[in-house]
């Protein structure tokens, strides 16, 4: 039988990894993590627009702080164990969630297999022992959340001005450049960013992924990550192709767009875009917190 030994307390083995793995699956279920993710894209395509913004928002972070604070403290004696179960759950995230978005026509869905593709991408980190990975997580997650803000409250503002509805399907925001080209410089921005295009700040978000995992020679996770990566270029630069240069007889006009979620879209936007000219001050930011952390 394996002893933990962890903190002058002995614990058994077979019951401490049992408990850690359901908390794990528990987690990973949360995350909407493959194999877990299964009720994803039926509730974002169910769920109002601004609760799935909810759903893609605001647990995150805190779900992967209180990952390391449980995994990498009282559980950190079967690492051997749940590292497994975190990188096959990373690849198949990565794997699924890129494939799976190409088929989908409708937005909420494919936004949702989105999800699961970027919550494969973080898991990258949680394998990976080191301040570097920490960092990455951090970064990405805050990035992640600006991304999608910037998503969300676009797909909010439009709406087709003949019923009043908001846009469903992909199809749907071609001739956009030429209806409302702040909303399709906007889209474009955003979609390119999540892509991981560089100069924007998604970019460098998947790039200290990335080094943190080959900083623990990692490689597997990391071609892996780069070639979905690759893969998910197609249908969010599909997105960006159809609001720019689709060509169709019958033009779609839209209504005039909320100031704030306006707004809240540019302020993004900003962020987005200019992180490229002065990271410093937010890489520190995020680097004094990681220090408060691990305290």
Known sequence: MLVVNYNHFSFSGNGIIIGAFFILIAFLFKLSAAPFHIWSADVYEGAPTIVMAFFALIHKLGLFIFFFRLFYDPFYGIIGFWQILIITASIISMLLGSFGAMWQMKLKRLLAFSTIGQVGYMLISLCCNSFESVF????????????????????????????????????????????????????????????????????????????????????????????????????????????????????????????????????????????????????????????????
């Open 136 to 295: 990455a997580l951090i970064f990405y997650c805050l990035v992640y959340s600006v991304m999608n803000i910037s998503t969300f409250s676009l797909l909010l503002m439009v709406r087709k001005s003949s019923y009043s509805k908001r846009i469903k399907y992909s199809e749907d925001f071609v001739t956009m450049a030429k209806t409302n080209p702040f909303l399709a410089i906007s889209l474009g921005v955003t979609f390119f960013s999540i892509a991981g295009v560089p100069p924007f700040v998604g970019f460098f978000s998947k790039m200290f992924l990335f080094f943190g995992s080959i900083s623990q020679s990692m490689f597997n996770l990391t071609i892996i990550g780069v070639l979905t990566s690759v893969v998910s270029c197609f249908y969010y630069l599909r997105i960006v192709q159809m609001g720019f240069f689709e060509k169709i007889n019958k033009w779609i006009s839209l209504k005039r767009v909320n100031k704030e979620l306006a707004y809240l879209a540019s302020l993004s936007n900003l962020f987005i875009i200019l992180f490229f000219f002065h990271p410093n001050l937010f890489v520190l930011l995020i680097h004094y917190s990681i220090f408060d952390l691990c305290l």
